[in-house]
Nanobody, 126 residues
Framework: VQLVESGGGSVQAGGSLRLSCAAS????????MGWFRQTPGKEREGVAA????????RYADSVAGRLTLAQDNAKKTLYLQMNDLKPEDTAMYYC?????????????????????WGQGTQVTVS
């Protein structure tokens, strides 16, 4: 199973980026997926999650209203649209997938143990 992130880069505060997570057809259609970020010396933080059936999304309070998930099953890709970026959004961003459709995932999407992780894409906001 491969998750491949892309779309990171350097932007000025207030700018936008769209991260992409390319996955297999099975993953994109049947796995719940999340985006996480991490900076050196800090714990990994969940920022956005989507339930496998695509009807439920959750965003961290720190990004709510600025980040939006979108899923394209035909392209087998999960997107994270990031608007109004702030310097504190600077981090390595990771895509992850988990075979979990339980109520537990809906209630705590950033706390479950994900099965697969991508290699990450760097976002730098100055």
């Amino acid at each position: 199973v491969q998750l491949v992130e892309s779309g990171g880069g350097s932007v000025q505060a207030g700018g936008s980026l769209r991260l992409s997570c390319a996955a297999s057809a099975v993953i994109i259609k049947t796995y719940s997926m999340g985006w996480f970020r991490q900076t050196p010396g800090k714990e990994r933080e969940g920022v956005a999650a989507i339930h496998m059936r695509g009807h439920f999304t959750r965003y961290a309070d720190s990004v709510a209203g600025r980040l939006t998930l979108a899923q394209d099953n035909a392209k087998k890709t999960l997107y994270l649209q990031m608007n109004d970026l702030k310097p504190e959004d600077t981090a390595m961003y990771y895509c992850a997938a988990v075979a979990d459709c339980s109520l537990n995932y809906i209630s705590r999407p950033f706390s479950v143990e994900y099965d697969y992780w991508g290699q990450g894409t760097q976002v730098t906001v100055s």
